[in-house]
């Protein structure tokens, strides 16, 4: 089975910008989470998709937005970059959620990522 | 407000050296999970602990879930290079309004042939 794949790898962009990433998740997978990854903050979360549907949002700004589309494919969009936002953000996919009843953690499986650099 | 906390933030070791991170929080957590993050990868998931007092083996690793669920700890035996990594755990506390996985600032470890 292929793994979770993420495009672009890399990315640069300057200050008032916007930018797309796009995650394809683990076949059969529905949900998709993606997550913020900077030296000082550490892995947070973003948002959460299942069928097309946002379940589940952290403390981001309005600037960080998603979508999932019917074939379970995700983008995040950043409008109006700063410096702030370069960081690696991170898509993981999982069967049905990453957190099931009771609290239970599903296995979430990430992709490789994207770098973005914003000058 | 960190959920989560992790020590040591960073650890430097030689090779068949052993080693002991750590997890801790001041909230219960329903369960707990360690990733293990290499440089230009996203995190692997290592195990899932859930039980208080859990422990559990992965060939030279032990994780232990705390009594109470609120720490964890994972051991390495016999440390490798290719131990090196960002250690992460990860945990969905038990509190209502917390209804999303929570990551801690990960341990980063580096093992010197």
């Known amino acids: 089975k292929a793994g979770v794949t993420q495009t672009p790898r890399y990315l640069i962009k300057t200050r008032g910008q916007q930018v797309t990433l796009s995650c394809s998740p683990i076949?059969?997978?529905?949900?998709v989470s993606w997550y913020q990854q900077t030296p000082g903050q550490g892995l947070q979360f973003l948002f959460e998709?299942?069928?097309?549907?946002?379940?589940n949002k952290g403390n981001f700004p309005g600037r960080f937005s998603g979508r999932q589309f019917s074939n379970s494919r995700s983008e995040m969009n950043v409008s109006t970059l700063e410096l702030g936002d370069s960081a690696l953000y991170l898509c993981?996919?999982?069967?049905?959620?990453?957190?099931?009843?009771?609290?239970?953690?599903?296995?979430?499986?990430f992709g490789p990522g994207t770098r973005l650099l914003v000058l | 407000t960190q959920l989560l906390e992790q020590s040591p933030q960073f650890l430097s070791i030689q090779e068949g050296e052993n080693l002991t991170v750590y997890c801790n929080s001041s909230s219960v957590f329903s369960s707990l999970q360690w990733y293990r993050q290499e440089p230009g990868e996203g995190p692997v998931l290592l195990v899932t602990v859930v039980t208080g007092g859990e422990v559990k083996k992965l060939k030279r690793l032990t994780f232990q879930f705390g009594d109470a669920r609120k720490d964890s700890s994972l051991h390495i035996t016999a440390a490798q290079p290719g131990d090196t990594g960002l250690y992460l755990c990860?945990?969905?506390?038990?509190?209502?309004?917390?209804?999303?996985?929570?990551f801690g600032p990960g341990t980063s470890l580096s093992v010197i042939p």
């Open positions: 990860a945990g969905a506390a038990m509190k209502t309004s917390y209804d999303k996985v929570i």
């Open positions: 998709y299942f069928s097309e549907t946002q379940r």
């Open positions: 076949s059969g997978h529905r949900s």
């Open positions: 993981a996919s999982s069967l049905a959620a990453p957190l099931l009843a009771g609290g239970r953690q599903e296995t979430q499986y």
